[in-house]
């Protein structure tokens, strides 16, 4: 008799009716239909990519044109021209993902109203630290952060630190921006930083110190790294020293 542990992947044989009802959640990843013959693909159903490309480069051409606006038109001709289904995109939508996102955007605007970010930036230029080291700062507060909690939630915690940090110091926002970007979505150190961790955590035997082991050193060259390059494609005196909008 076999016992089954957290992360255990289970491949199961489900009747007539299983995809349908579970395909939309994450709790089961659907591989194959049984005797199923998939439909052929034709050349009206590479128009989603036509209608990708046109809104990314109307964005790119059209400063009056935001991402969210063209989105939304994308999504609408995608609607309108069938090639997705209005009811089952309710159902793909990650709402818990949103619901954490938009609490997250709460508790960073307290962040900003209480004047704790202020109270960092301004401990951050006390402590006599250069552009450069406090973009090594804000990267490394980001790092810690995403391996504890989600990449979003460090995302959301640390913007308005990061902010403060490049006013404080007279520079451009953007630099410190990106390495927020970057450290949230470099989680090598632990196995419940992100979820492509957790998937490998359990199938492979791995420890939760191994993570720890062959991520810590990733994590420095890649903080490194990332802190060296950002400034070059981002330099800090481009730009305004706040965001707009």
Do not use: H
């Not at 199961?12 to 194959?32: H, N, T």
């Not at 979003?152 to 990061?162: V, W």
């Amino acid at each position: 008799q076999s016992k089954l542990f957290s992360g255990d992947v289970v491949l199961a044989l489900a009747p007539e009716g299983f995809a349908e009802k579970w395909e939309s959640r994450e709790d089961f990843l659907m591989i194959s239909t049984i005797g199923a013959v998939p439909k052929p693909i034709e050349a009206y159903d590479y128009f989603p990519v036509v209608i990708f490309a046109a809104m990314i480069t109307w964005v790119a051409v059209d400063d009056s044109i935001n991402m969210v606006q063209a989105a939304m038109a994308a999504a609408a001709l995608n609607v309108c021209g069938g090639w997705v289904d209005a009811k089952l995109a309710t159902k793909l939508v990650p709402w818990d993902l949103m619901l954490l996102i938009g609490s997250m955007l709460g508790v960073s605007r307290a962040i900003s109203n209480s004047g704790l970010s202020e109270m960092l930036a301004q401990g951050v230029k006390s402590a006599g630290m250069g552009p450069q080291a406090g973009l090594f700062f804000v990267y490394a507060v980001t790092n810690v952060m995403t391996e504890l909690t989600t990449n979003n939630a460090a995302a959301g915690l640390i913007f308005p630190i990061a902010v403060g940090v490049a006013g404080k110091l007279g520079v451009s926002y953007k630099p410190y921006v990106f390495a927020v970007m970057v450290a949230a979505s470099a989680s090598f150190m632990t196995p419940i930083g992100y979820q492509t961790n957790m998937m490998v955590w359990g199938p492979g035997g791995y420890k939760f110190t191994d993570f720890t082991k062959i991520g810590a050193p990733l994590s420095i060259i890649y903080m490194v790294c990332s802190c060296l390059l950002i400034p070059v494609f981002w330099p800090f005196a481009d730009g305004p020293m706040v965001p707009v909008g």
